[in-house]
């Protein structure tokens, strides 16, 4: 019995086996739109991360929210764009793909302020829809594309790798020049505008023969127009947007020279350009006193501090002790700006401002340099927890002379298990360390619950004088009370050690129900 050799493929088959076919879509059209769907995607996630940090703060866990949504986007776009383009001409829909992509991406400064002010659940729901829409449509883009251009099986792979590697290439260049170039030059609300306007004309390019395609183009673009016109008005914007924030300052109406330095909707500093010495926030009060109980009245100093903000302190150790001379360690050069246009930052003050990350600041010093270092940098509503392990608190102790001392400001609630993290660490770097804070919280007062909020911590090679620091922290009105000894060590617990190799403060701290002022 003889059986007939199996049919060859047809010559109409789009992937005949013989020389590659015209499909209408050239190697330089397949590279581009692979190349610039790949890259926008990128960008669209590292901008959200942005766009949320003021209502959910840039911690791991929105980070890791937001970088899973996008693998998600990724992953379900390429699997359903490979499913459509072998059912539905690929032609008919990258146009939609790249205009609905556009919209979206145009529309999510308005979309995710606009949330932000409703609630947390719909602010999740719309950031979830506004990274999985964009995301998901433009992943499907590589497969459509790979569908037009696979003419022939001789090239099946050449195709293949030719377009994955394009649209990884792609990606690097996204995440490049949102991190480098874009981010540091433009408001974020003017980068995803930008980007949604792009998307919407790419849209218009791809799909020009169809002419009720050129109608949903025009459509698109004036609701792209029109969106960009209500995010100016949008709840939420920003003085200035700064390398890591969105920053505003806002005046204390009941003193002419107040101001209020807002970081990503967080008060991070207080100022008074005409009396360095008026101090509002609790803490600042409690540093304070700690300061100039250790210190001689008048003393100058020499200081460093570990972020800046609105250089509260430092203006406040020029004024109170002449001849002071304070290094920061500052990372975003944009919060600098700020301090010099809009909080009066002269430069005659006695503070020295170093754009550059606190590790890497606190290396810099000479051993036994200075007397004074103060802790107050914080990412979104946490230290950033390679400042807060037995390494950089080592790179503390060796900056310190003999009688240095440093404070640092710390914020947690809940079961304060960060703070108790941190004091223990302290604890195994310096030989005398003490906690100041609400009675409640540092279990000065069994009878009442943690509330949580601002603590300070004390680190010295020299004994701390409790009653004294006590004492000053009633005559500025602090209502805190320090903890010292067994006191300390029984509220310390059993809290682990924070090191370089594991330091989980985002998952130790328990952020605030609520966006109070530090």
């Not at 949604?196 to 218009?204: E, F, K, M």
């Not at 993290?421 to 195994?428: I, R, S």
């Amino acid at each position: 019995m003889t059986t007939s050799p199996p049919s060859p493929v047809a010559d109409d088959s789009p992937l005949a086996d013989g020389p590659p076919r015209d499909h209408g879509l050239g190697p330089r059209s397949a590279a581009v739109l692979v190349f610039g769907s790949s890259a926008a995607v990128l960008v669209v996630e590292i901008v959200a991360l942005r766009l949320l940090a003021p209502y959910l703060g840039l911690t791991l866990e929105t980070s890791t929210m937001v970088i899973g949504i996008a693998l998600t986007a990724i992953a379900l776009g390429s699997w359903l764009g490979g499913r459509i383009a072998d059912q539905v001409d690929p032609h008919r829909l990258i146009g939609p793909a790249l205009g609905v992509s556009g919209v979206v991406v145009a529309l999510t400064p308005l979309l995710l302020r606009t949330a932000a002010q409703w609630s947390p659940a719909l602010l999740l729901l719309v950031a979830s829809a506004t990274l999985l829409v964009p995301g998901a449509l433009l992943s499907a883009v590589t497969p459509f594309v790979t569908k037009l251009r696979l003419t022939s099986l001789a090239e099946t792979g050449t195709v293949v790798g030719r377009l994955s590697g394009v649209g990884t290439f792609g990606a690097i260049v996204g995440t490049v020049l949102t991190g480098f170039v874009l981010v540091s030059r433009l408001p974020v609300s003017s980068i995803l505008i930008g980007l949604g306007t792009l998307l919407v004309l790419g849209a218009a390019l791809a799909g020009w023969r169809a002419r009720r395609w050129r109608r949903a183009s025009a459509v698109a673009l004036a609701t792209v127009v029109a969106g960009s016109l209500a995010t100016a008005f949008a709840p939420g914007g920003c003085d200035a947007e700064t390398r890591y924030h969105c920053a505003q300052v806002v005046a204390d109406p009941e003193r002419d020279g107040g101001r209020t330095l807002v970081l990503d909707g967080l008060s991070h500093s207080y100022v008074d350009v005409e009396d360095p010495e008026h101090l509002k926030f609790a803490y600042v009060r409690a540093i304070a006193s700690v300061v100039d109980t250790a210190f001689p009245a008048g003393e100058p100093l020499t200081a460093h501090h570990i972020g800046g903000g609105g250089l509260t302190f430092p203006r406040y150790l020029a004024a109170s002790r002449p001849g002071t001379r304070s290094l920061v360690s500052e990372i975003d050069g944009g919060v600098v700006r700020i301090d010099r246009d809009r909080l009066g930052l002269g430069a005659s003050t006695g503070v020295d401002v170093r754009v550059e990350d606190g590790r890497l600041g606190l290396r810099r010093l000479e051993a036994g340099s200075h007397d004074l270092v103060v802790g107050d940098a914080f990412g979104g509503v946490s230290v950033p927890w390679h400042l807060t392990t037995s390494q950089a608190l080592g790179d503390v102790r060796r900056a310190l002379d003999e009688d240095g001392l440093y404070v640092a400001n710390l914020i947690d609630h809940g079961e304060l298990a960060f703070a108790r993290a941190e004091v223990a660490t302290l604890a195994e770097t310096f030989e005398h360390v003490a906690l100041l804070g609400k009675p409640a919280d540092i279990g000065l007062d069994p009878t009442a619950s943690t509330i949580g909020g601002n603590l300070v911590v004390v680190a010295s090679g020299r004994p701390v004088d409790a009653p004294a620091i006590q004492e000053a922290l009633d005559a500025r009105d602090v209502g805190w009370k320090i903890a010292t000894g067994d006191d300390l060590v029984s509220w310390t617990g059993d809290a682990r050690v924070l090191t370089d190799d594991h330091a989980p403060v985002d998952q130790l701290l328990q952020p605030s129900r609520t966006r109070t002022a530090r």
